[in-house]
């Protein structure tokens, strides 16, 4: 185990939390979405009736996907984190148009030069490579920047036993705070309903990948009267052109590795 530097840790909510000027090195996995091929795949779950439940923490998050380097997906989902909170202080990303307000809710603008430019700096903060980024790079990277933005940030750990927490991640999201998901292999589905069918269409890879969470979604379908299927998403900012925002099954052809719940303040 390499040497713990300067760290500053409390424990919210039995998570570690990773504040301000804290910096850490461990061991950890890199997330690379690199050139991996994207498969289409749809499914089908018919059904005698079905109750859903969601929640968005706004009308429309960032869903950025712009950036001048491969295997960037991390320094992607350090942008979506920052430029969501760039609403609150827009000298985080200055010159930048976070977003409108709308009938009490938001909207996030898309991305642009000045995004492209927070991502060419997250690379660098974040020691980023053609292999892509550890968690502790992202972590470091992340602090790094919001210092020199006179900002603490936390990481709280959404991860109980070595496995995703599904329960604080929600919790988190409801109180306005993104989810950075460090996944080996993803998916990103649009959800359509017609009579007692839906039909789940996912984009997915098997490669390394960072996404953030927005949000989140439960469908309880009632195959029969007797059966029944639980199925458990997030809304994410996926930072895939091909497919920048939908809902990621966390229980379909993916591994959670961490998860953290981010603030910036």
């Avoid at 461990?26 to 009736?49: F, H, N, R, W």
């Avoid at 969501?84 to 938001?106: C, K, V, W």
């Avoid at 359509?192 to 490669?207: G, N, Q, W």
Wanted: one cysteine or more; aromatic letters at 14%; a negative charge.
């Amino acid at each position: 185990m390499k040497k713990l530097l300067a760290i500053i840790f409390t424990v919210i909510l039995g998570g570690a939390c990773l504040c301000g000027n804290a910096v850490i090195s461990k061991d950890t996995t890199y997330c690379d979405d690199g050139i991996m091929p994207l498969a289409a795949t749809s499914v089908k779950v018919e059904y005698e009736s079905k109750t859903e439940d969601k929640f968005n923490m706004v009308l429309k998050y960032p869903n950025y996907t712009i950036s001048p380097y491969l295997a960037a997906c991390a320094c992607v989902a350090g942008s979506n984190i920052i430029g969501f909170y760039d609403r609150y202080d827009e000298e985080l990303i200055p010159n930048h148009n976070s977003g409108t307000a709308f009938m009490g809710n938001y909207i996030y603008s898309s991305d642009d030069g000045y995004i492209e430019d927070l991502v060419r700096q997250l690379y660098a903060d974040m020691g980023t490579t053609s292999e892509g980024t550890t968690v502790t790079e992202f972590k470091n990277g992340m602090i790094k920047f919001c210092n020199r933005k006179g900002k603490t940030i936390t990481f709280t750990s959404c991860m109980k036993n070595k496995k995703f927490d599904y329960a604080t991640a929600k919790s988190y999201m409801e109180a306005n705070q993104p989810i950075a998901l460090f996944c080996s292999g993803y998916n990103v589905a649009d959800i359509f309903t017609s009579e007692k069918r839906d039909s789940i269409d996912y984009i997915e890879s098997t490669a390394n990948h960072v996404m953030v969470g927005f949000g989140w979604k439960e469908v309880n379908y009632n195959i029969t009267a007797t059966s029944s299927v639980l199925y458990q998403y997030v809304a994410v900012a996926s930072g895939n052109a091909d497919k920048s925002n939908g809902y990621y099954n966390i229980n379909y052809n993916t591994t959670i590795n961490d998860a953290y719940a981010i603030n910036i303040y």
